[in-house]
Each structure stands twice: as C-alpha cells, then as structure tokens.
C-alpha cells in the first residue's frame, strides 16, 4: 500500500517552518506497513491543491490532507477536494447544527461563517472532531482513499487513529513490525557499539535516534506474516534488553514520566520535587501523565537562592560555604521538599543552564540531583551539553531516570 | 518570482528524516524575494519524479531540485529531467573526462558507471561542482527555469550562490518584507473578522495562525524596493495595532514569556507562581528567558489540596466550601505565593486539565487564575479547550498574558 501526503497551509513555505503533521503521519504510516510515496508542501490556492490531490490520488491508495478545514477566508481544502472530486460544495444542515452546538455549549457566539466547515461534495463523508470545530472529510478519487485532516496535530491525530488506521488494517495484510525501546543514562556512540553485530539480523532495520528523551533504538521487522514479523522483532528486543538491562526504561509511546508514575504506584509511594534550574519542568513533566496525583504531591520552585532556604530550609550556611549549585544543597533541597511536601521521596535539582552564570569550576551545564526517601539521601553530579533548553530538558530527564533506577532496584531486592 | 523546490530521495520518505536542503533553499529563496508556492518530496521513481517536474514547471517561474545525480542506480534525477523535456539523454564526452581527470587527481579508480553523471538531455546546460563529482545542470520547461542540483550540501548551495541567485537577480527587481505580529486573549475567528477587509491589500498577503502561543497574523509585503515593502508592511501592522491594541503582545520570534519579563524588568518588579493544574510549567515557561532571575523568584508546585493550604495558606475552609477550582482558591494561592515567595506579585493558577476530574459544574477544561500585588488581587474564570496537554499549555499563555495586561495598564496609567 501506498500513500502520499499533503500539507496545507501557505504558513508552512515559509522560512522556519516545518511540517510536523506529515513527520507525524509519515511515521504512523510506516509503522503500519504503508510505503511512503511522496509528500507535498502546497500553499492556500484551491487550483494549485487539486491539482496535488488528483497528482497523489493517481499514485497512491491513500492520500492524507493535513489544514486548510478551518473557517477562515484562506481555508481552502474543502473547495479543493471539491474541485478534485468534480463535485460542488454542498452545505450539510446536520453538521451546520452540530457546529453552533459546540459554540452553544461552550457559551460562544455561532457566527455564520462558521457554517463553512459543514460543506463537503456529497460524496465524502464526515470524520468527528472530538476537540475543535472542524470536521475532518474522506471521499474516493481514482481509487485512491483521500482523507483531509485538520491542521491542529491535537485534533488531527485522534482521527488518523480512528477512521485510517482501521482502514488500513483491512486492506494492508501487514508483515511489518515496528519497535522503540528507549533507554536513558547511555550515550548514543556507546549503544551502537554495543548492538553494531545485530544491524546485519536479516528481514530487520535498526536505526538508533538521540533525542531530548534519552536514546531510542528503532526496530522495523518485515516477514511473511505478521507471526514471523514480531518473532524477529521479539528476537532482537530480547537480545537488546540482556545488554542493557538497567537503562532500557521503556517502549514504544511510553514516556519517562509515565514508566517513573507506574513504578511510583506500584510501590505504593508518592514524589515531590525543589527545582532550582529546571523551575517547573520536572513537575510540568511529571504531571502531563493523567492521573499523576495519584504519586505526585507537589514541589517547590526554589529559583531564587534565598527561596531555598526559606521555602525548603536549605541551611543559610551551606548556600554560602558550598554555593548553590552544589552537592550539599541537592541533598539539602530533596530532603526539604520531601518533609514540607508530605511525600515519601523528595528530589532536588540545581545547576546552571546558561547561557550566563557558568565559571571555571563550575562551568554551564554542571547540575546536580538528589534523592531523598527518609533513610537515604543519593547524590549524582552531572556535567550536561547543549544550549539552555537542551540542558534543562537533560537535567529533568537525568532527575527522572535517578527515581526509575531507585524503584527498580528496591523493587528487584537490591 | 514563484519557485517550487523539490528534494528528491527515498530515504527522506522514511521517519524521522527531514528536507533539510528544502528547508535552507526556502530560506534563500525568500531572502531574494521570491515566493516558494510547494515543496515536494519524492522518491527514487523516474515517472513520479518526471510529474513532479511537469507540474512544478507548469506553476513556477523556478523549479529546484536535489538529490539524485550521483552514479548509482537509484539516482534517476537526469532521466527524469531528460523525460520532463521530452529530449534523451545523452553522454557528453568532455564532462566524461572532466570526471575522469576529477577522480585521477585524487587517486581513486575511475569506474564506468560514474560516467553516468556526464549526461544530459542536449538542450540542458552543465554547473560546475566545485566540490564533488556529480555536475548539476539546469534547463527550461514551460518557461521555467528548472535547476537540478546536487543533494550534499556543501556542493548544492555554492552552486545555488553562483547560478541561482545571479538568475533571480536579473529578473526579480521585487523586494518582500515579512513580519509576525503576535496576540493572545482572542479567537481565531474573531481575529479573522477584525481583519478582513485588510486581506486584500494590494502587494500583501496576510496570514492567520492559531498556536499553542495564541493567535499570529504573518504579513508578506512584496514592494519594487526594499522600502517600498516595507512601507507596505509597517501601513498594515500600524492598522492591525490600532484595532487590537492591548491584545498584541509581540512581534516576529518574541514569546509571551519574554515580553512578560521585559515588563517586569521595565517596571522593576518580580513574580511568583502557585500552580496547581499546571503544575511546574508556567515556572518553566517563564524561567526559559535566559536572565528571568532577575523577575522570577519562584514558586509553589500544589498539586494536592493539603498542599495548597500548607505551603500557600489557602484556608482549609475555603478549600472545603468552594473546591480546589474554585475563584477563592485562586485568589488565595496568589495572595499566599506572592507573601512567601517574598514577590511583588504572585499568580495562582488552578483548573481542571482532564481527562478525569470532570463535572457537570466544573467541566473538564475550567481554570481559574488570579493575580496579587499586595493592593489588588484581580481573577480570572475560563473555560479551556483542547486535550490534557492543551489545556494545559492554554492555561499557561492566558495565565502569562493577564501579568502583560495588568504591567501594560500601569505603565499606561490606567
């Protein structure tokens, strides 16, 4: 199976831009065993977008559209899907009052404008928007299944997996499977020398990535059937996980966060945070996993040295003769968070992000972490790179992997 | 001047890959003033490739393309070229040596298929590459220049600086001018209202972006002379001003954070955050200015409700009576942050981020925010659209941007 995709959106030929929809559809698509083909770029001109449709939809069986279903003046995939399928617009009553709904119940005013996101040809059929206006449209062309998705990755992306991924689970007798594992705390030169003999495993590619998320080793499995598939995949994740044992933290979508929450609630146990460097990142990651109160308490955002003191009982002392940026102060900071949050481990984080307050001894990027749960208090120093936002997400992704490691030791009996 | 760039390659199809010659020629492109109207990417396929030639000569004045003019199998960029100009290709005896001479000078053996990369449709001109074996060429379709270049970097953009920039030059007397004029506080449709009757501006196009950082309008004014543009584009931002005065924040890459800090610098004084539902990333939104320590001082992460009355004060009464989402605990955790952070303001952020929590009452997506100066707590109730992460991000930009207004009414005077 083939697909094509467009995105939309004179925005997006502009300098600086990228199209993170069709990264995102390229890879969902390619761990559905779908090839593909071709992706395009195209501005707001309803001539110039049909002739990309009518273009994909003769190479592909699947086109996907991303923008352009807005109610604005430069929203024009719906008149161009129109134009590609040689039908006219027509406005559908149903969707129209669905729409002024969705701005009734939430106490806005339905404008009449609005009422352009109910027209499709009437032929396509409407795909649900559970979070915005727009609906999304799907109609056939030469064969070829054309789907337009709204431009909003939040909306668009629940309803690739609703109405397409179904699709092409009938039509694809799909022999390919796709694995991440993810692992933290390792460096990128240091796994592949480690996995370097399991790049030749036949029928598999491996691919190694270095994101702000630790290191994911990319496994895509081809085979006959989709059994002989997953048993090269199975295989390799097998031989990966006896070496890396300790650092593999996760699969697939599965986050830091989300695997440090589980280990938390299995244990029976709840974190709180002082954040010095990171100021709200750490807690911000801990809590974008639903049903984070269940082992998050809450934190201290201790930017200001003399917060520390107050607010997490650094002693005065230790801030002058250590600096704050130091071994004693993590120690002094998770073990403060711990007792004035009420939680069961208390994790401190300080160090310089930059670009400003770096120093011979304790150059940009230094950070240290600590972790406190009432018996011990463990230390680690960290020397990160990057630029200031790369070293703040390191530092929150180092802090994590530290409670990980802990639970997983405890839980292991060690 | 319109000009349409196509990268050509398998292997940018794959995840995880990114068109960066697409996106340095974009930027080029758009620097001498043409306008770039699609992007493609294509695989090693000559009919799919020759379509995409056709198609893009047909809707530009400038067609580049990179990527597949080296030597082996699956770089089939002349053949199409040769197919899209209906003429064969044929091997040309002198780049045929050249090559050969290229190869000797460096020692390495000549073998016969790089003579692959002497030929050309006749018509076609040669361009020199300085650096590598594989020569581009150029040619003209549909009265558009078509440019193939090589896909290495280091060899494609000299060859661009030397051929296509003297071409553009002679042709395109046309300065553009771009600008991005940032608000928060307004829907997109209502923005798109406002602003209308500017859409048809004459030598301007205006754009209309809805972010995670509220609402952008990008304007792109094309003028005889760079300051003829430029004219243009400071006419239509002095009107988009003047009918948005307090909801415009900042301008082309300034965040919301930034522009909060310059105010807080300007008025010299500092913040402080008690967040509950966001939990750590307002602190890290704003703490990502390099330099916010001398605004931030910190803050109190308070997830869990006995939180929100040990470490800001909230009164447990009022915590039992109105909810953790409620107007009195936002007032409440402004109030107390802002006395134990030792601030001049304190911003109190509670809400429901979802997916559970939910009421008929208190819907999924109700956040309250309240802002204390010590003489004035001022609050805010909304209703927040959008999934977990949205919600939460929303809450952080209207948080952010009731701090902007409050600091820009002061120094107004009002």
């Keep these: 199976l083939k697909a094509e995709i467009i995105a939309v959106g004179s925005e997006l030929l502009r300098p600086g831009r990228r199209d993170t929809n069709g990264d995102w559809l390229t ?19 309803v ?14 069986d699947l086109v996907l559209l991303t923008g352009g279903l807005g109610p604005t003046e430069d929203d024009r995939t719906r008149d161009a899907v129109a134009a590609a399928v040689g039908a006219p617009l027509v406005r559908d009553p149903a969707m129209v009052e669905h729409i002024r709904g969705l701005f009734e119940s939430r106490g806005l005013p339905f404008r009449s404008h609005q009422a352009k996101q109910a027209e499709k040809p009437e032929a ?30 939040a909306e668009m992306q629940p309803m690739f997996e609703t109405v397409v991924v179904p699709w092409i689970r009938t039509r694809a007798p799909s022999a390919l499977v796709r694995r991440s594992l993810k692992l ?41 059937t989709d059994e002989e598939a997953r048993r090269t995949a199975a295989a390799v994740e097998r031989e990966i996980r006896d070496r890396f044992p300790e650092d ?17 609630r299995r244990a029976g146990r709840t974190l709180s945070v002082a954040e010095s460097c990171t100021a709200g990142l750490l807690g911000g990651a801990v809590t974008a996993v639903p049903g984070s109160s269940g082992w998050f308490r809450g934190g201290l955002l201790v930017y200001h040295d003399d917060l520390k003191r107050t607010l997490a009982g650094v002693p005065a002392e230790t801030l002058a003769s250590h600096g704050a940026v130091s071994e004693p102060v993590a120690r002094a900071l998770a073990e403060g968070v711990r007792e004035r949050c009420g939680a069961d481990m208390g994790l401190g984080i300080t160090g310089i992000a930059g670009p400003g307050g770096g120093s ?32 703040r997400r390191r530092a929150v992704v180092f802090a994590l992997d530290r409670v990980r490691r802990r639970l997983r030791a405890e839980r292991n009996g060690s």
């Design 27 to 45: 890879e969902r698509l390619q761990r559905h065993g779908l090839e593909v083909t071709g992706r395009a770029l195209v501005g707001d001109d």
């Design 184 to 224: 933290a705390g390792r460096m990128e030169s240091t796994v592949d020398r480690a996995i370097r003999d399991l790049y030749d495993t036949p029928e598999l590619e491996l691919t190694i990535l270095a994101g702000g998320e630790g290191i994911e080793i990319q496994l895509l499995a081809r085979g006959a």
């Design 360 to 391: 011979a001894e304790k150059p940009v990027g230094t950070v240290h972490v600590a972790l406190a749960d009432g018996s011990l208090t463990e230390h680690w120093g960290v020397r990160l790179v990057g630029d200031r936002a790369l070293i």
């Design 124 to 153: 396509a059929r409407w795909i649900d928007n559970a979070l915005g206006s727009a609906p999304g449209m799907l109609c056939t062309i030469d064969d070829a299944l054309v789907v337009a998705l709204p431009g909003v990755p």
């Design 248 to 264: 593999l933290y996760g699969v697939d979508d599965e986050t830091l966060a989300e695997v440090v929450g589980r280990e938390l």
């Design 47 to 60: 001539a110039r977008l049909e002739t990309a449709i009518r273009r994909a939809a003769a190479a592909a």
